[in-house]
């Protein structure tokens, strides 16, 4: 790698946005929030800040109404105490100097107030990284003053991010289960300290668990500290 790795670079977006640099996290359902009321906890406000030396945070999908929903323990969005609760997180990423975007989630035909939660599906990775020229392509081609950001995801290493964008085929490429086990995922980038491996399943969702949510240590010294 580079020893100033594209990852590290700073990304000026059209529109105004500066991402302090192109390493993204991926939106992860993690299934930790209140089941009844649908509210993030402090666990959450933990979780988010302790990675807010990504450039860009997406949050877990968070439900835009009650008849949206189909998960159980996914955050709402949408009534005045989930609104609430989302601030503290929203606080702790800024303090730290991050940028975060909430994904919101309505879950369409497969979403209701009576479902407890299997509508949704994860695939598994491919060998070969989705390609992003078709999706840059058809983004200029409907936003002619030029695109926001271009994250690529899915199955990137460290080494094959700073491929993709040293060789502009992405302008931010995000981490998801690797983001689970290395909060510190930047500084590692920074310090070229290999990432812990991925997370096992049963880490991935845990209702009021913290066991591997807020469990997975640093290995580097925050930045921003
Ligand atoms: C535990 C878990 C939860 C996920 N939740 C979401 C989600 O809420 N919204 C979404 O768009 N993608 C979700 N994904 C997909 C990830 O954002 C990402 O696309 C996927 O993990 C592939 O990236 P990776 O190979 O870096 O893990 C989830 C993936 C995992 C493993």
Redesign the pocket.
Known sequence: MAATPQLLTPFAAAGGITYKNRIGL??????RADAVTGCVKDMHVEYYGERASSGLI????AGISRRGLG?YS?PGIYTAEQVEAWKPVTAAVHKNNGLIFC?L?HMGRAGHEVLDGVG?G??E?TAVPYSLEKARAAIAAGNPDGTTALAG????TVDAAETAIAEGRADII???????SNPDLAERVRDNVPLAA?PPYAH??GSDSVEGYLTYPRATVKANA
Do not use: C, M, V
Not at 174 to 180: K, L, Q
């Open positions: 991926a939106p992860l359902t993690r299934a997406f949050s877990e999908g998960w996914a994904q989630w949704f994860f695939h990775k995801n899915a199955g990137y995000t981490f998801g289960r690797p983001y689970i991925d991935w969702w």
